[in-house]
Structures are given as C-alpha cells and as structure tokens.
C-alpha cells in the first residue's frame, strides 16, 4: 500500500512544481508533500531487504567450509541495517573479502584502493574509523603490526570479528563505536598506544554531523589519513578546504572511486 501512497504523493508534489505561484497555504501544502515522500521512500530504503539465514549443512554453499558459511550468514544480516552502505545485491555487502581461498565479491574492492596509497604499511600500525566489515584492514592485516577498527553498527563489528577469529588475524581490533553520540577521546583508548601511523576516514563525512572534530582528532593521532570524500560536489570542496586547514600536505591519488561503479564521484586523498 505504501508503494501506491509513495506514487501519489510524488505525482502531486511534482504537479505543484508546475504552479508558478502557490501563496502560503501551498507552500505549506509542498512542504507536507515533500516530507512524506521523503519518509515513504525512506520506508521503503529500511524495509525492501528480508533476511533468511541459511542453515550451515545446508546444500547451497557446499564448497564453503562450515565457519566460511556461518561468516556468509552473518554477512548476509549485516544488510538489515537498513542504511545505504549494506550494498545488499553483494554477496560480501559493502567490501569484497577473501577468505581462506574463497573470494566473496562485495560492491567495493579494498585491495584495489590500498594499491593506490603512498605508503608502506609494513610493520604499521593502522586506524580505520567507519571500518564497516573491516574489508580495509584485512587488506593490510599480513604486512601490518595492528590494525583497530571502529563502526557504530553492531551488525558489522560482529560479522568482522568473526572474519577476525576465522583468518586468525589476531592482529586485528574491531570495536562498536558511534562518532556522534560518544566522547571522541575514547577513540584514543582503542588504540595500541598513543598514536598510529596512519588512519582511515573513507566516505564517512557526509553521514556525521561533527565530522570536523572527527578530522581534527585524526590529526592529533596518527601521522597520516588516507582520507575518501563524499556528498554532494560542494559537501566534498567543503571537506577539501577544512583538510588544508588541518594538515600541511593533502595529495589527491584518485580523482574518482574506480572501484565502485554506481558511486564514482568520490575523491581519494592521502594526508600528511
């Protein structure tokens, strides 16, 4: 039912559209439209994915292991957040992964993104803030000393743990944190001392509203920021500009997201 409510109220706002001169009174009548299309698609955004979880002796993934099947369930659940980022057409949701020789296809390739970067990550220590499914750090975990990673979502802190646990990638931390209604110092604490060499913050800005306290805490605990923007043309400039306020070198490496077909406009910095 909603679908057809959706249509309607679309149809209706659009027809407004067409009104040279609406007054007051439908003025007010656009903006309720608007607002209720908006929360009917936003409806349609958090409900339009159903979860099953798969039995693990179950016969369709016989050439995965039983841990490797238990990760694709958990995987699998993580798409019921209902946000933007669950890439829910993938197997792997939003990173590619490559497990125990089984390469599980997700919306966005780490591996091919950590190429691009000017660093060294040998012996390392790394942070990622907005980790996901952690696809980043496990790109680097065999040539890094630690790696922590943090994501508000439950959901992916778990299935990325377990990934974790499997690979018996010890090295690697991942911990539930949220950006915008906890102490950004305790970020600090997270941490395998006092600073790392470098830190993550990829496509994140757009989605917090203090993400130039989050920026400027980057530069206070790590040496480095692989940083990727995103938003709309002037929320990616107004990332840029406050980026050169806050480090002395900030060097596009990717002018557009190659790994990503659908979301190409975002930029790739790496951050001195």
């Given at each position: 039912m909603w679908l057809n409510e959706l249509t309607y109220f679309v149809k209706m706002k659009e027809s407004l559209k067409k009104i040279p001169i609406l007054g007051p009174a439908g003025r007010n009548i656009?903006?309720?439209?608007?607002?209720?299309?908006r929360a009917l698609?936003?409806?349609?955004?958090?409900?339009?994915?159903?979860?099953e979880r798969q039995p693990i002796t179950a016969s369709s993934h016989d050439n995965y292991d039983l841990e490797t099947k238990q990760i694709l369930n958990l995987l699998n659940y993580t798409k019921t957040s209902g946000q933007s980022y669950n890439a829910k057409v993938y197997p792997a949701g939003?990173?590619?992964?490559?497990?125990?020789?089984?390469?599980?296809?997700?919306?966005?390739n780490p591996a091919q993104r950590i190429e691009l970067v000017p660093f060294d990550f040998s012996g390392k220590t790394v942070l990622d803030i907005g980790c996901n499914r952690g696809g980043m750090l496990f790109s680097v975990a065999t040539k890094a000393?630690?790696?922590?990673?943090?994501?508000?979502?439950?959901?992916?802190?778990?299935?990325?743990?377990?990934?974790?646990?499997?690979?018996?990638?010890?090295?690697?931390?991942?911990?539930?944190?949220?950006?915008?209604?906890?102490?950004?110092?305790?970020?600090?604490?997270?941490?395998?001392?006092?600073?790392?060499?470098?830190?993550?913050?990829?496509s994140i800005c757009m989605w917090i509203k203090n993400w130039r306290e989050?920026?400027?805490?980057?530069?206070?605990?790590s040496e480095c920021l692989l940083f990727e923007s995103?938003?709309?043309?002037?929320?990616?400039?107004e990332q840029l500009e406050y980026l050169k306020t806050t480090y002395k070198e900030v060097k596009l490496i990717q002018e557009q997201s190659e790994d990503d077909e659908g979301q190409k406009n975002r930029k790739l910095y790496f951050c001195k």
């Open positions: 656009a903006r309720v439209l608007k607002k209720t299309s698609r936003g409806k349609n955004t958090r409900n339009d994915y159903t979860f939003y990173h590619s992964l490559s497990i125990n020789g089984f390469d599980i296809n997700g919306q966005r000393l630690h790696g922590v990673g943090i994501d508000f979502d439950y959901r992916l802190i778990n299935a990325a743990n377990k990934i974790r646990s499997h690979t018996k990638q010890q090295n690697l931390d991942f911990y539930v944190f949220n950006l915008e209604k906890e102490d950004l110092q305790i970020i600090r604490d997270f941490l395998p001392g006092e600073k790392v060499n470098i830190a993550f913050l990829l989050v920026i400027e805490l980057t530069s206070k605990i995103n938003g709309t043309k002037n929320q990616q400039m």
